[in-house]
């Protein structure tokens, strides 16, 4: 139980352009969705929280109107990266939770490759 | 602030012997979760294991089994019997209570499981 499939695995695209990925729990009804980003060799960076049904809770330093979040039900989010540039090349991963408070763990997709030329 | 810290990028083992990672964290918090993560080259994320602040008693899943040192702020991860699948990248994460359950992770540990 609790998977979380993210879509698309992979995306290459040429600057300017906006890219959509998807993040769904396949067999729970998620709460709470996260996004991360992930430069090599380096550690998951929390993007912001995304609540079904409410704005997503951005963190410092992540532009609101560069990546676009919308959860509009209780197992899809979405996370749009908008006239995406090269330096905005990078490996994004999802999570999903179950249930509201720390004590769940965080399930997560398997992540997208976005490279942009 | 919540920080953790992983203080060796990378760690090698010879199959079927037993290697321990450190973490340490910090937070002036009393409820909260810790979490050890593994990310192997296809880049999934995999829950390892969980240990409750609140709970005294180690937390173990198999081969894996965590020392939790409250006081002294410390998580590490025990692998025994190391497999070579278990060559990943392992990350250390603490969850606060109050602040929505969001995971801040340690810099990650890169293990190397060889023949």
């Known amino acids: 139980g609790a998977v979380v499939s993210q879509h698309p695995s992979r995306v290459i695209c040429k600057s300017g352009t906006s890219v959509k990925i998807e993040c769904r729990s396949l067999d729970f009804q998620a709460t709470t969705m996260f996004w991360y980003r992930q430069f090599p060799k380096q550690s998951l960076m929390l993007m912001a929280t995304s609540n079904e049904g409410s704005k997503a809770t951005y963190e410092q330093g992540v532009e609101k109107d560069k990546f676009l979040i919308n959860h509009a039900s209780l197992t899809l989010s979405t996370l749009t990266v908008t006239s995406a540039h090269p330096e905005d090349s990078s490996f994004y991963i999802c999570?999903?939770?179950?249930?509201?408070?720390?004590?769940?763990?965080?399930?997560f997709g398997d992540g997208t490759r976005l490279s942009i030329l | 602030a919540q920080t953790v810290t992983q203080s060796q990028p990378e760690m090698s083992v010879q199959e079927a012997e037993t290697v321990t990672l450190s973490c340490t964290y910090d937070?002036?918090?009393?409820?909260?979760?810790l979490f050890w993560y593994k990310q192997p080259p296809s880049r999934q994320m995999i829950l390892v294991i969980r240990q409750e602040a609140y709970k005294q008693q180690n937390a173990t899943e198999n081969r894996f089994s965590v020392n939790f040192q409250k006081a002294a702020k410390s998580f590490s991860l025990k692998i025994s019997d190391s497999q070579l699948g278990d060559t990943a990248m392992y990350f250390c994460?603490?969850?606060?209570?109050?602040?929505?359950?969001?995971?801040?992770f340690g810099q990650g540990t890169e293990l190397s499981v060889k023949p």
């Open positions: 994460a603490s969850a606060i209570y109050n602040q929505g359950g969001k995971l801040i």
């Open positions: 937070t002036s918090e009393n409820n909260y979760y």
């Open positions: 999570s999903a939770r179950y249930e509201e408070g720390a004590r769940q763990p965080q399930h």
